[in-house]
């Protein structure tokens, strides 16, 4: 771990002048998020309003559908980073719910506010005991302060939605370059799909917002870009056994604008339960996601050169 250019300051290490310099929409986008995270943190974080309740259930509950069928039990590893950790949502699950245990945890946010909630709740909740924690309050396409080739796992969820183009590939660099080979990804709803007929109208609009207007905006691609951003950044030599799996199926948008889209719900929750085929599924997957298959027995480390 590299702190030359930080500040550690309750808890944290700040990115200082000293170290790369944020610009302009970094910092709008900074103070956006500890904005919404100090009127609604669940809501910040989920996109689903928390409406003042704290509970594990509420912190938890939203999408946790690709660490529930794809995580695995039990396991035990050494280093883990998650980019755009926030107040420790998926940590949270995972220890709580799959018994998962790590010796360094790693967690990288541009909000403040995000990492010193995360610091409370672990006190609260008691997720990842025994791990030595070390948050980082930086934008996630700078350079990460971690060695080559220094990390197990990494995690993240609804991080690269939100990131310029351009940033995610940086970000994809540095993850590439700090994993280590063998290592695990998985990165949940990452990626919104851009053939989606779900969200078609959110492409159109959106696309269309200056980018110093609302640079937190969604992001949209293909298949075949992210294919292309993972092999460009060195992740898929890494990491092979990964996989680019749809996170989720829907057919229509449930609203547009503040209009309800009738039987639209209804309609999605049918076709997300089933298989779509082939053809159908490039336009009713909602977001991809990456993971990777882990094997070993339960309470095995993951290490370099397994999969």
């Known amino acids: 771990m590299q702190t030359q250019g930080y500040i550690f300051r309750d808890g944290i290490y700040h990115l200082s002048s000293e170290g790369q310099a944020w610009s302009t929409i970094q910092t709008d986008v900074s103070e956006q998020y500890d904005a919404w995270a100090r009127q609604d943190i669940v809501h910040a974080t989920t996109a689903r309003k928390g409406l003042g309740r704290k509970d594990y259930t509420t912190l938890v509950s939203p999408n946790v559908r690709l660490w529930k069928e794809h995580f695995p039990e039990g396991r035990k590893v050494g280093t883990v980073l998650e980019m755009g950790c926030g107040f420790g949502r998926i940590p949270l699950y995972l220890s709580t719910e799959k018994g998962f245990t790590c010796s360094t945890y790693y967690g990288v946010d541009i909000s403040e506010t995000m990492l010193l909630t995360l610091q409370r709740y672990r006190e609260q909740f008691g997720f990842l005991p025994g791990a030595r924690v070390v948050l ?172």
């Open 136 to 307: 980082f309050r930086q934008p996630a396409e700078n350079r990460l302060p971690l060695e080559d080739t220094s990390v197990d796992v990494v995690i993240s969820c609804a991080l690269y939605n939100h990131l310029r183009k351009q940033d995610v590939a940086k970000s994809l660099g540095e993850i590439g370059r700090v994993l280590k080979p063998g290592g695990v990804i998985f990165l949940d709803r990452s990626f919104a799909n851009s053939w989606s007929t779900s969200s078609w109208h959110m492409a159109l609009g959106r696309g269309r917002i200056p980018i110093n207007l609302k640079p937190y905006r969604t992001r949209f691609f293909s298949r075949s870009e992210v294919v292309k951003v993972l092999r460009e950044s060195g992740i898929t030599a890494k990491c092979p056994s990964m996989v680019v799996r749809p996170a989720g199926y829907a057919l229509l948008p449930t609203k547009v604008k503040w209009f309800s889209v009738p039987f639209a719900q209804r309609l999605n929750q049918w076709i997300d339960s089933k298989h779509p085929p082939g053809w159908m599924q490039r336009f009713v997957t909602t977001h991809y996601v990456l993971s990777s298959e882990i094997s070993g027995q339960p309470g095995d480390a993951i290490s370099p050169g397994r999969s």
